[in-house]
């Protein structure tokens, strides 16, 4: 995460600005950058940051989100369960997936912990 970055986004999430220029200005940056962007927000920004991208684009940046289910709400739930089918129809899911697997095996273990019975 860069710091400058998440900045900027989220300055251009609360500028005056054209929401189509803010749309492309978010093309420069990566989801998890634009993901703590949101997370710094008030509602009221986020809201606004949820509305400028679409379902696809937030699904990306969704798969960063400490807690996804805190923003339903500002979301909306039909676009907020649009959101979650699209992260499950193209795997982006797989991350926390994965995490939630090997926690269930290892019972919470970090890779490389020498308690790590995966070792």
Not at 51 to 71: G, H, T, W
Not at 107 to 117: I, N, R
Request: net charge negative; aromatic share 10%; proline share 3%.
């Amino acid at each position: 995460m860069n710091l400058n970055y998440v900045k900027e986004i989220a300055k251009w999430m609360q500028s005056d600005r054209p929401v189509a220029e803010i749309r492309e200005e978010l093309l420069n940056y990566h989801d998890r950058d634009i993901a703590f962007a949101i997370e710094s927000l008030d509602g009221a920004a986020r809201k606004k940051a949820f509305q400028i991208m679409d379902e696809e684009r937030l699904a990306d940046v969704f798969s960063y989100f400490k807690n996804p289910l805190e923003y339903m709400d500002e979301i909306g739930m039909e676009r907020f369960a649009a959101i979650v089918s699209d992260m499950d129809s193209d795997g982006r899911t797989g991350r926390y997936d994965q995490k939630a697997s090997r926690a269930s095996v290892t019972g919470g273990c970090e890779e490389g912990d020498p308690a790590d019975p995966l070792l």
